[in-house]
Each structure stands twice: as structure tokens, then as C-alpha cells.
């Protein structure tokens, strides 16, 4: 087949731009958001409920109610091991997630419920109210930087 200028023009403005496209792409999955300088350990000012579960607030949220623990709510967020190596961010992924709170770890279900819209919350959560050491999980305390983008 015979290719007019034109139609080879058309097909490599199409190629280079289906690669960008794909590059762009496989740099954002393998963005990595650095870790908060307490992520080891929580420090002294965070707040730690009776379950284990520590936290502080980041950033002040705008918003009044807090949802409850069947509440669908939109966050973005961005979660590490203790040692730093970060393992999931919606950030990272530039889409943020939306759930109900009772379809996730027992740690995000209790935590987020302490946050009201806008807010940026750090969260350490002990590793029996995350994964639980299961198999193929992130495993030891876990820590979320959450921000609640709104409740459903």
C-alpha cells in the first residue's frame, strides 16, 4: 500500500502521540510521593484513640459534619510503610477514591470518621486494624495521609 503524504503525516502525528500518551501514563503509576518525616513513629502531639489508632490533623477541614461509619466518602490519599516506602497514593494516580467507610480497614473506617470535608489527617494504624498480616498485604503500622474531599 501506498501512503500519500498526508496519510503518513496523519499516521505519525497519531503514533507520537499515542506514546506520549502511554509515557505520561507510566510515569504517573510510578510516581512516588515522599514520606512525612514522622512516619517511623507517631509524634508526641498526635492523638491516639482506644483502639490504637493515633492521628493529626494536617490541615483543617472546611466543612462541619462527619460521616458516619456507612457514609460513602471521596478522599485522596497516599499510605506508606513505617520504614517510608510508600505502597499506594491516589495522589500518585492524580484520581482520587470514593467508598463506604464500612467496605474498608478498621483503621480507615474509625479514622476518617474524625475528619470533617477538606481535611488533611495523618493516620499511624497499628497492623490489626489495617491488614491484619495477611497474605499479599502491606504488613506492621501503617500511615495514610487522607484528605476528605466529601461525604455522600
Known amino acids: 500500500m501506498i501512503m500519500t503524504t498526508t496519510q503518513t503525516s496523519s499516521s505519525f502525528a497519531f503514533m507520537l502521540v499515542a506514546l506520549l500518551v502511554v509515557g505520561v501514563a507510566a510515569f504517573a503509576a510510578q510516581r512516588t510521593i515522599p514520606a512525612p518525616e514522622d512516619v517511623a513513629a507517631p509524634p ?3 492523638e491516639t484513640t482506644a483502639s490504637g489508632l493515633a492521628s493529626k490533623v ?3 477541614g472546611t466543612g ?7 457514609s460513602t466518602v471521596t478522599v485522596h490519599y497516599t ?3 513505617t520504614n517510608g516506602e510508600m505502597f499506594d497514593s491516589s495522589v500518585a494516580r492524580g484520581q482520587p477514591a470514593s467508598f463506604p467507610l464500612n467496605r474498608v480497614i478498621a483503621g480507615w473506617t474509625e479514622g476518617v ?8 489527617r495523618r493516620f499511624w494504624i497499628p497492623e ?14 501503617l500511615v495514610f495521609d487522607v484528605e476528605l474531599i466529601s461525604i455522600q
Open 113 to 120: 470518621q474524625l475528619m470533617v470535608a477538606g481535611e488533611k
Open 128 to 141: 490489626d486494624l489495617a491488614y491484619g498480616g495477611r497474605p499479599g498485604y502491606p504488613a506492621g503500622m
Open 64 to 70: 462541619s459534619q462527619h460521616p458516619g461509619p456507612t
Open 58 to 60: 494536617i490541615e483543617a
Open 44 to 46: 508526641a502531639d498526635a
Open 79 to 81: 499510605g506508606w510503610h
